[in-house]
């Protein structure tokens, strides 16, 4: 599984973006999927998770103003970000685990956004 992440960019606070991941391959709907993001000199944080029976979750800090949402039928996840704060801004980053035989970890690239007047 490949995950491309994509949708990042320079935003007002106060502003919106939505980021994508597009996954490969045909087991999508079966991965456990989240959002990280890493700001400058800081460590990886998780920000939203959906589990693969539609279940979510959210970091305190981006609660009620981030949503995370997948369409199985496009193998994509996605996170709306809405009333942006200059510390939001971070290289986002999607995840997938899959759960065979073993724990199965993937990463997309990561996509940089910049909340910034």
């Known amino acids: 599984v490949q995950l491309q992440a994509s949708g990042g960019g320079l935003v007002q606070p106060g502003g919106s973006l939505r980021l994508s991941c597009a996954a490969s391959?045909?087991?999508?709907?079966?991965?456990?999927m989240g959002w990280y993001r890493q700001a400058p000199g800081s460590r990886r944080e998780l920000v939203a998770t959906s589990t693969r029976s539609g279940s979510t979750s959210y970091a305190d800090s981006v609660k009620g103003r981030f949503t995370i949402s997948r369409d199985n039928g496009k193998n994509t996840l996605y996170l709306q970000m809405n009333t942006l704060k200059p510390e939001d801004t971070a290289v986002y980053y999607c995840?997938?685990?899959?759960?065979?035989?073993?724990?199965?970890?993937?990463w997309g690239q990561g996509t940089l956004v910049t909340v910034s007047s």
């Open positions: 391959g045909n087991i999508f709907r079966l991965l456990e």
């Open positions: 995840n997938g685990i899959y759960w065979g035989t073993r724990k199965y970890d993937y």
